[in-house]
């Protein structure tokens, strides 16, 4: 599991660089980040796979 607690965070950066989230300021994730693509995109990372 520690494999993986950065993904997230570097998968946001990612969509920040490429202007995929384009709201500014300080907010909630959930209030800025597209839940699909970002959800699309930890499922490409296959970070929700059972050990």
């Known amino acids: 599991m520690k ?9 946001a950066s990612i969509m920040l660089a490429r202007n995929e989230i ?3 300021g300080v907010k909630a994730p959930e ?4 839940a699909k693509e970002f959800i699309n995109k930890l499922l ?7 050990t």
Do not use: D, H
Request: with cysteine.
């Open 22 to 24: 384009s709201s500014l």
């Open 3 to 11: 494999e993986a607690t950065a993904t997230p965070a570097a998968i």
């Open 31 to 34: 209030a800025c980040v597209p």
């Open 44 to 50: 490409k990372e296959n970070i929700f796979t059972s």
